[in-house]
């Protein structure tokens, strides 16, 4: 993990949103592997704090689906199966479907399109950069400034346990991606996601979310689709 959190001037709360970012973080970028435990008394040294704000964090990221609470175990990342997988990319499909029919039923809102359009120039350069772990992230913030278009707050808050639990596998399966395809190929998915979106006809938009790839990233039990 990474360096010590600075401590001066944080209250509790402070502690726990900045430990869960940090191991959050980690999670998703492929630092910390699916599976593998997390010990609280690990994470205080890392961090410089005491087990109250780390212990909440963890807790809080199995709210989230990240991390699983094992009776007399401990903490660990959260494995997926390849049935869990299939029925996330499910979920994540109807959902991102709703957003944009919920979206385009009105005039876009321009700032949210904005944000979409700023992911997706992330995504170029960390393409460009060759920087995967960049990328990582650009990606899960794409998704959600997708869903975040139809301005529905109990829907965005229900899709974003589910993209950040298929950046699990994401993150896991980075390297096999690579080897099968270029990273400029997904910037390229991404920008003509946006472009269909930003035309406004929700045909155009339903029908490049059907071709976007959803099952790049794969569990490993399944075959590439």
Known sequence: MTAEIPLDGLGAQSLVELALDRIRGDILRGTIGPGERLVEEQLTRRFGISRAPVREALRLLGQQGLVEHLPRRGVRVAELSADDMEELFGLRDALERYAVETALAVPLDQERLAVLERAAERMERAAVADAPLDRADAHREFHLALVALAGHRHLLRAYEPIIMQLQLYM????????????????????????????????????AALAGHGARTYLAPELDPS
Do not use: F, I
């Open 171 to 206: 993150a896991a399966n980075m390297r096999r991606e690579a080897e099968q395809r270029s990273p400029a190929e997904g910037a390229h998915r991404h920008r003509h996601l946006y472009e269909a979106v930003a035309s406004g006809d929700s045909g155009t938009v339903l």
